[in-house]
């Protein structure tokens, strides 16, 4: 397969200033959001971008922020308002046509709505009276488990604690998040094997690491700030290895505008030494190949295993009975290659891998990050500088929320811990997640849906399903500062409740306040807003989850619900009492620039396991679990084919398999869409259908080319046979055998039933489909 260079110039640099100025424009906040930039990440009275979850550096910078955060901060920062106004224009029904573009750019949420069925329109209604709709629809629930309570990674420690206290006294574990979606099997597998479900390193480690494994990661568009650290790793010597279906054109070089010489002189830095363009859904075979190769030849560390780990022999076992014909068909790299890889590991005295939902998205997700974690123990990479784990989460707080007991399986400890500060018992049974919370929706069995933040219905699977369930609930509640197309699915009572935004002031009866987040190397800092408010009607959202347990628990709550949202003070002397590691909260996030590292066990070699070790995990699927499904997929057609009688040889119309997954574009955040180009993919449309020129030579068709694809259903009728399309075919220097949509837009195609088995979540990143042209270039591929 040829080296396609889709884009030619270095990532960041001016493209990316351009493209956040006409962001800044695009919103009409040039001046508001100009401000807000100036105070992004920065350590003194500056707040925490949300745009991604990517720790700050220690040394200070005027301007801290990518083009990534200032699209977010753009997306906040507007003045115009989605308020009753808007709503008496448009009809739900009409804004359920709208583009996910069009509902983004409708404006901010500045009072609270009611959905008025009579009239298909929100309407404004107080914040008491839709209070006293939330407190009566909560008592007619016959238990608890009846409602289920979502959050996203954009709310902060302080409200996060506050709303799973209120759920949990509520009584119920029904506490699903977007880490359901997104590094779910991060969390399972590293907590099982190191005993915290956590990165291992700090940010410093990327100073000192000499090899860096990328996996699944597309830092450009998702994280652009880890850039920086990248191209700075290259520059100290560290070899850098990309491994992913896609040749990401965006990790090649790397123009930083914080260096003068970059941007007058067009200097850049080189970052990935070579990209590894496996199959869709072949890590964990690659993975395999490496390990096997490591253990054969000896160049595994056997002081660290003998004594800082358990399993060693089962997973010896295990590699031993793969076959190098198994591995590579398993990920579409020759054998020899693979050991070219395993040798740079071998010699490598400090390696760091880091990964993205490339690795977690797949049925065999929780495989993918054992075979990481395997891979570092076989050399001892865990608990040395410049080594270790480092998964990197896309939301902000994403991480810091989990640590603050959003968590459908919480631990014994946390609910211990809480029922000991708060004097409340706490429900001992596990809650839905999304996929088991989406399923429970859909056959009827909630009455109540909650969410702080997010767009529950598409950011998860089987979308349409979930919009529709819906609107069979008693109540809805949106807590959010956008529209999304969740909110546009009302059930008999829907309830709308604005909130501030990250940038934003937060002033009570007892003063100014700020907030904390964890980022996803679990350095928690402070984050305060500067902006006065676009609505004099905003509240907080942990004035919000005060109200709220306040109308539905009752006033003689024994639990300051008021008194924890008018200080957040208040808020972080509980979490010191309740949660490992912030023992003298507030002293610690007061006395240090940037905010404090919380304990990382394993990071020390105590390995808070079932066994005491750290421990290897034999994988459980197959490493060819993927050219199975796409074998089973083709044998399914042809026996169709035969049985009605209409076996096409049409080389250029008919039936192909392939495996797809989901992408975001440089447009875009999660389910929020800033606009339609994608700078290092070259196209300015979202129905596309992104495959290399080769294969679609091969096949004998054109870029531009209008397909169709397609999934078939399961024997056992779990899944039902679904459809997207058409997509323009668009060039992409993706594997053989590959094909990439995007995100949400292509959510439909993934189904609620298909996930990693302990960490049920969904197979975003790879699912077998059928490919169908329909019309020869019918639209230009840009």
């Known amino acids: 397969m040829r080296k396609i260079p889709v884009y030619s110039h270095p990532a960041a640099g001016w493209p990316a200033l351009f493209s956040s100025t006409r962001k800044l424009m695009d919103y009409q906040t040039f001046l508001r959001g100009s401000v807000s ?5 920065q350590p003194q009275g500056g707040f925490d971008c949300p745009g991604c979850a990517w720790p700050d550096h220690k040394s200070h910078k005027a301007i801290d922020v990518c083009e990534n955060g200032i699209k977010v901060i753009a997306s906040e920062t507007m003045t115009k308002k989605a308020d009753a106004q808007f709503f008496a224009r448009h009809t739900v029904t009409e804004l359920q046509g709208w583009t996910g573009y069009e509902l983004e750019h409708s404006g901010r949420l500045s009072e609270p709505l009611y959905y008025d069925a009579a009239q298909d329109r929100y309407v404004a209604i107080s914040w008491e009276m839709a ?3 939330i407190a009566e629809q909560f008592k007619q629930l016959s238990s608890p488990d009846e409602a289920l309570f979502y959050t996203s990674g954009r709310v902060t420690n302080e409200p996060a604690f506050m709303y799973q206290l209120f759920v949990r006294c509520f009584g119920t574990n029904n506490l699903p998040d977007c ?12 907590g099982r094997q190191l005993g915290i479900g956590k990165a291992t390193v700090k940010l410093e480690d990327f100073e000192q690491a000499k090899l860096i494994l990328m996996f699944g990661q597309n830092p450009a568009t998702n994280h652009p700030r880890m850039l920086e650290m990248l191209a700075h790793a290259h520059e100290q010597g560290c070899r850098i290895i990309s491994i992913n279906p896609m040749r990401e054109q965006g990790l090649s070089k790397f123009r930083n505008p914080q260096k003068p010489t970059h941007m007058t002189a067009g200097q850049s830095n080189d970052m990935v030494d070579e990209v590894v363009q496996l199959q869709i859904g072949g890590d964990a075979a690659l993975l395999t190949g490496i390990a096997k190769w490591l253990i054969e030849n000896d160049k595994i560390n056997h002081d660290f295993i003998t004594t800082h780990t358990s399993g060693f022999e089962p997973i010896k076992q295990w590699l031993a009975e793969q076959s190098w014909a198994d591995i590579e068909l398993g990920c579409g790299i020759l054998e020899t290659d693979i050991i070219n890889l395993a040798e740079l590991v071998a010699a490598s005295p400090a390696t760091i891998c880091t990964w993205g939902m490339g690795i977690t998205q797949h049925v065999q997700g929780d495989d993918n990050v054992a075979m990481i974690t395997n891979l570092l123990l076989l050399m001892g990479m865990i608990g040395i500088d410049g080594a270790g784990a480092s998964p990197v989460r896309g939301h902000s707080n ?8 959003i968590h459908e399986r919480p631990s014994k400890s946390l609910l211990d811990s809480l029922e000991r500060v708060f004097e409340h018992p706490m429900p001992q049974e596990h809650g839905y997640d999304v996929v088991t919370g989406a399923k429970a929706l859909i056959a009827g069995k909630l009455k109540i849906f909650m969410g702080m933040g997010g767009n529950y219905a598409v950011a998860a699977p089987d979308t349409s399903a979930i919009e529709q369930a819906l609107m069979t609930t008693q109540l809805n509640i949106f807590v959010g500062t956008k529209l999304n197309e969740t909110m546009l699915y009302p059930g008999a009572n829907n309830l709308i409740l604005p909130c501030l935004g990250r940038t934003e002031r937060i002033v009570t009866a007892k003063g100014e306040q700020f907030a904390t987040i964890e980022d996803s190397m679990c350095q928690v800092v402070p984050t305060q807003g500067t902006l006065k408010p676009v609505s004099d009607t ?7 989850v005060a109200d709220i347990a306040t109308h539905v628990l009752g006033p003689d709550s024994t639990i300051p619900w008021q008194a924890m949202s008018e200080d957040f003070d208040i808020v972080r002397d509980y979490v010191a009492q309740a949660i490992n590691g912030f023992e003298d909260f507030n002293h610690r996030i007061r006395t240090t620039e940037r905010g404090f590292h919380l304990y990382h066990a394993a990071r020390h070699r105590i390995w808070n396991t079932d066994s005491g070790k750290a421990q290897f995990e034999v994988p459980k699927y197959p490493i060819t679990y993927v050219a199975a499904q796409m074998a089973e997929t083709t044998s399914a057609l042809e026996d169709n084919a035969r049985k009605n009688g209409n076996v096409d040889d049409d080389q250029n119309d008919g039936q192909k398999i392939w495996q797809l997954t989901s992408v975001r574009s440089h447009d875009q955040f999660n389910t929020m869409i800033f606009g339609y180009k994608d700078r290092y993919r070259q196209t300015n449309r979202r129905d596309v259908l992104l495959m290399h020129p080769d294969e679609i030579s091969r096949l004998g068709w054109h870029a531009g080319d209008s397909v169709m694809v397609s999934r078939q259903g399961n024997p056992n009728g779990t899944s039902q046979p679904r459809t997207l399309g058409p997509l323009v075919l668009t060039e992409m220097d993706i594997a053989s055998n590959a094909v990439a949509a995007y995100y949400p837009e292509c959510n439909d195609l993934f189904d609620l039933d298909t996930h990693a ?5 969904p197979a975003y990143k790879s699912t077998t489909v059928v490919l169908q042209r329909v019309n020869a270039s019918i639209a230009e591929p840009v």
């Open 538 to 544: 905003l509240k907080s959202e942990s004035q919000i």
């Open 131 to 133: 209070y006293q709709r």
């Open 757 to 761: 088995p302990d960490s049920h979540i």
């Open 398 to 405: 994403v991480q810091g929320d989990r640590t603050m007991g």
């Open 179 to 190: 880490s359901n979606m997104c590094h779910e099997p991060t969390s399972v597998m590293l």
């Open 37 to 41: 930039v100036f105070k992004s990440n």
